[in-house]
């Protein structure tokens, strides 16, 4: 596996070769979610790059960006024992030196209002702002995105599509733990009884998935779900059902893109966010 720091030396490397390129940004702190996105952008494409960048822009609490965990040496050696070929981990100074123009700022349709927008001001400007540039940076026919950061991709997708951009988004499914826990690099950050506890987040969604089969009012469902979170060691900040594809509130009349069950909880100190896609029932 090469490694680059600078955007320079990086381009120089991807300007002389021929073929696909396979685009995984991440923060670090790899787990078996990522590496199951490596994986696909590795034997789906001619090379597979993959970032490591903490990106300042997208954190709203100044304690949450210095709390992120950061484990270069462990993600490196992950990286170059999957057969990844380029790791690109560059400076803040290089992602945003002070000569590069205000981003052009795009209309994110709303997407960006609910859920994670309403707790976390500013995010998703952050999040489009480093994806934007890490994709003038490496120029990938494909870009690949988890499940998990749903509202994430839904914007992403969005400004794709907005920007004119050529590249194609691939989204991997939310890999989980045996007990179901979505994998997130946050959950370094949980002691052995929270880490045991949050399971309670995904039987949550779960559970709604049943009510919604029965399609029980959306309301009741989300009050319900904000209950069964409402527990010791526990601060949920929302659970939405919502539109798969503009994020708004789903209604059963009106439900040709379908629905997502979206929640954000506390667990002790870490925030966790998962998510489900809800099916209504299937009559055989
Ligand atoms: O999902 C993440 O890890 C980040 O939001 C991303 C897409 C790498 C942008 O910093």
Redesign the pocket.
């Known amino acids: 596996m090469l490694l680059f720091k600078e955007v320079k030396s990086l381009q120089k490397y991807l300007i002389g070769k021929n073929g696909s390129v396979g685009f995984v940004?991440?923060?670090g702190a790899l787990h078996a979610g990522h590496m199951s996105i490596v994986r696909h952008a590795r034997t789906e494409n001619d090379i597979s790059v993959c970032?490591i960048?903490v990106?300042p822009t997208?954190f709203n609490e100044s304690s949450d960006l210095d709390a992120y965990p950061r484990l270069p040496g462990q993600d490196i050696a992950k990286l170059s024992e999957e057969g990844n070929d380029i790791l690109f981990m560059p400076s803040v100074h290089e992602i945003y030196p002070t000569e590069l123009p205000e981003p052009k700022a795009v209309d994110l349709n709303g997407l960006d209002q609910g859920m994670e927008g309403a707790f976390r001001p500013g995010h998703f400007a952050g999040?489009a702002q480093?994806?934007g540039r890490l994709l003038d940076i490496v120029n990938p026919h494909r870009l690949y995105?988890?499940q998990k950061?749903y509202q994430?991709v839904a914007v992403?997708d969005h400004v794709i599509r907005e920007t004119g951009r050529s590249v194609e988004l691939r989204v991997h499914p939310t890999i989980r733990e045996t007990d179901g826990l979505a994998m997130s690099s946050r959950n370094l950050r949980l002691n052995l009884d929270e880490r045991n506890q949050a399971i309670r987040i995904y039987q949550t969604l779960q559970e709604i998935q049943v009510g919604f089969s029965a399609e029980m009012p959306i309301s009741q469902l989300e009050d319900e779900a904000l209950k069964a979170l409402d527990r010791p060691g526990f601060k949920p900040e929302y659970v939405a059902i919502v539109d798969r594809k503009t994020l708004l509130p789903f209604r059963y009349q009106q439900n040709e893109n379908g629905a997502v069950a979206c929640v954000a909880c506390w667990v002790g100190g870490v925030r966790l966010i998962d998510n489900i896609l809800l099916e209504p029932l299937r009559l055989a």
């Open positions: 940004p991440t923060m970032s960048f990106n997208q999040v480093v994806v995105m988890g950061d994430q992403i």
